[in-house]
């Protein structure tokens, strides 16, 4: 399988392409500062400055794109948009790295928008939902929009007891929603090689 990591140098990015080394795939770091990755294979551009061709050789596509600034939030709608447009028509499958806020705690009622989400956390869960809204009307493009749970740990080793979840925030045997990023990385790829892949679906993964 050949994969594609967008946004490679970041937090995220930079564990998915040791995932995907340690289980023995060629993968393509993407991102638009110079390779800090340990991938021999490199591809310096924005997301934003990727065409057709730059895609046509990956199975797979994983976007771990984050911003760091509150002026850059727009750039999660526009950059999923962008890349809903190069795979129109493809069979290649696109996987989204995205946020917690976008899942359900009720019918109907996404994190998001509930009265006890974090309100310093608020513009950027809501920027990430948006961009989410894009794939949700998609259907032709085979995107997965999968959730981290409430709490995201780095830089902590592996624990190894990660379980699949749905769309729902959900909270572990122990009261908590909670993951590595190194875990969440590892899911995210075995996503990734999966048979029987999520498609035009939002799960979630969590430690049991």
């Known amino acids: 399988m050949n994969i594609a990591i967008l946004a490679a140098n970041g937090k995220l990015g930079h564990l998915l392409v040791q995932e995907s080394l340690a289980k023995g795939l060629r993968v393509t770091a993407v991102a638009r500062k110079s390779n800090q ?5 490199f591809l310096k551009k924005d997301i934003l400055e990727l065409k057709k061709e730059d895609l046509a050789p990956f199975d797979v596509i994983i976007s771990a794109f984050g911003v760091s600034q509150l002026s850059d939030l727009p750039l999660f ?41 974090p309100a310093e956390l608020k513009p950027l869960a809501q920027a990430e939902d948006d961009a989410f809204a894009l794939l949700r009307k998609n259907q032709t493009v085979r995107w997965l929009y999968v959730s981290p749970p409430a709490e995201l740990r780095f830089g902590q080793p592996k624990v190894g007891k990660t379980v699949l979840s749905d769309d729902h925030l959900r909270d572990n045997a122990s009261g908590k929603s909670t993951l590595t990023y190194a875990d969440y990385a590892e899911a995210l790829i075995t996503e990734a090689l999966s048979s029987k892949p999520h498609v035009r679906e939002h799960i979630s993964f969590l430690e049991s």
Not at 89 to 95: A, D, E, H, T
Request: glycine content about 10%.
């Open 37 to 41: 990755t340990s991938s021999q294979y």
């Open 77 to 117: 709608s526009v950059t999923t948009q962008h890349l809903l447009d190069l795979l129109e028509g493809s069979r290649k499958r696109l996987i989204v790295a995205g946020g917690a806020g976008s899942l359900y705690i009720d019918e109907g009622l996404r994190w998001v928008d509930a009265t006890d989400f």
